[in-house]
């Protein structure tokens, strides 16, 4: 049974979730899951395994439960491109607010009518955004954004999907700088008829 709502135990003070949620490859490859051009094995997430509704319901959970999306500037210029065409599948997520952490963005570069959107700078001010109140913040794709929220710390929950397959090259989601060791406890999992395993880690602190 998943756990996603069950509270954290050792949190010391109130403060939002920062949840990255990633489909993996077995060797930690992020890159162009559902397709990207330049990538030489983009779409691998709907080649390499048969489909099995079951393995990706918590696609739904992630999407009722987060109250804002946090993104990199790539990966919101993306999604942005498409998803407010696919409200079907992401109506929640086309609604709700959106941080755009970008050093270069401008505010006439924001996408229109996709829910409203504040541009972030730092991640400094992400720290700042996650120790305010609310609900959880969930971050899809941005590599980058990941690697430097892994090197601060402030990351508190991992959503993997993991995939039954071998990429080698490719955006990793894990950062490869030098950092301290970052225990994490198993919360949720579970393995599914086509080999993708569901793995959800909360970060110890």
Known sequence: ???????????????????VTAFTSLDG?????????GYHNAGWSMSSVEFDPAAFEIK???QDEAEAM??????????????PSMDEQFPKYNAMPKYVVS???RENELIDGWGGTQILRSAAEVARL????????????????????????????YHLLVFP???????????????????LQLVDS????????????????
């Open 1 to 19: 049974m998943s756990q996603f709502n069950a509270p954290r135990k050792k949190a010391a003070t109130a403060m939002r979730q920062l949840i």
């Open 29 to 37: 490859v992020m890159e162009a899951p559902g397709g990207e051009p």
């Open 60 to 62: 739904g959970s992630e």
């Open 70 to 83: 946090v993104l990199g500037r790539v990966s919101y210029q993306s999604f942005g491109a498409v998803w």
């Open 103 to 105: 050093s270069s963005l």
């Open 130 to 157: 996650r120790a305010g109140e609310g609900g959880p913040l969930i971050i899809h794709g941005s590599s980058t954004l990941v690697h430097s929220l892994q090197e601060h710390q402030l990351i508190d929950r």
């Open 165 to 183: 397959v071998l990429l080698g090259s490719g955006k990793r989601l894990f950062s490869e700088a030098s950092l301290a060791t970052q225990k």
């Open 190 to 205: 579970a393995v599914y008829s086509n080999g993708i395993q569901k793995n959800v880690f909360d970060v110890v602190r």
